[in-house]
């Protein structure tokens, strides 16, 4: 099946850090990529909606500047986190889906941020 | 996307099949089910999906209602690694363009 990779797995860093999450899918060409947060005993949140070469679509709440999506080719989607608080603490989690219709996202396993 | 509705848990012994139930009544014609499943800690995996026939595959078997308001997931024979929350979802796109809005799903324990 589809793979997605994530990476990395878990990060622990100080407040004011910047963050830098890649997704990558492995053996497909991903044009769509999505990515969510979980917060504990909560359900996936998404965050945003990039497609290879353009920019990102935030969903409502979600600050675009704060959390800066690159999708610049057909395999690498990468979230950066800036200015990283404590509040945004959090399970991030991508997927990506290809060209072929109807066929369903595949999720890489999530990174675990905490931010001190 | 048309909402889901799902117990919040189940019990099942392992080896025995486990029956989950999704309500969609307001599911539209173009609309289609997926499951998938998180194991804790780990990203959501795909199990199924379908539109208006059932569908099986090496993970599950979907039935989907006459009517497409309700389906029910099977996984034939349970094993303890099975433990994990499954989601209902339906999705217009099928699956690829649009995000998942995914609800709280139903915590499905296998006792062994």
């Known amino acids: 099946g589809a793979v997605v990779s994530q990476h990395p797995s878990r990060v622990i860093c100080k407040s004011g850090t910047s963050v830098k999450i890649e997704c990558r899918s492995l053996?497909?060409?991903?044009?769509?990529m999505f990515w969510y947060r979980q917060f504990p005993k909560q359900s996936l949140m998404l965050m945003a909606t990039?497609?290879?070469?353009?920019?990102?679509?935030?969903e409502q709440g979600v600050e675009k500047d704060k959390f800066l999506i690159n999708h610049a080719s057909l395999t690498l989607s990468t979230l950066t986190v800036t200015s990283a608080h404590p509040e945004d603490s959090s399970f991030y989690i991508c997927?990506?889906?290809?060209?072929?219709?109807?066929?369903?996202?595949?999720f890489g396993d999530g990174t675990r941020l905490s931010i001190l | 996307d048309a909402k889901t509705t799902q117990p919040p848990s189940m019990d099942c012994a392992e080896g025995r099949a486990a029956n989950l139930p999704c309500n969609h009544s307001?599911?539209?014609?173009?609309?289609?089910v997926y499951w998938y499943r998180q194991i804790h800690s780990q990203g959501p995996q795909y199990i199924i999906h379908g539109l208006k026939n059932n569908e099986t595959n090496e993970m599950a078997s979907l039935i989907i209602t006459e009517d497409r308001k309700s389906s029910t997931l099977i996984l034939p024979h349970a094993t303890l690694r099975d433990t994990a929350v499954y989601y209902c979802i339906v999705n217009k796109s099928g699956g690829g363009a649009d995000g998942l809005t995914f609800g709280k799903g139903t915590h499905l324990i296998i006792q062994p």
């Open positions: 053996d497909f060409q991903a044009t769509t």
């Open positions: 990039s497609n290879e070469g353009s920019k990102a679509t935030y």
């Open positions: 997927s990506a889906s290809g060209r072929i219709l109807n066929q369903p996202q595949h």
């Open positions: 307001t599911i539209s014609g173009n609309e289609y």
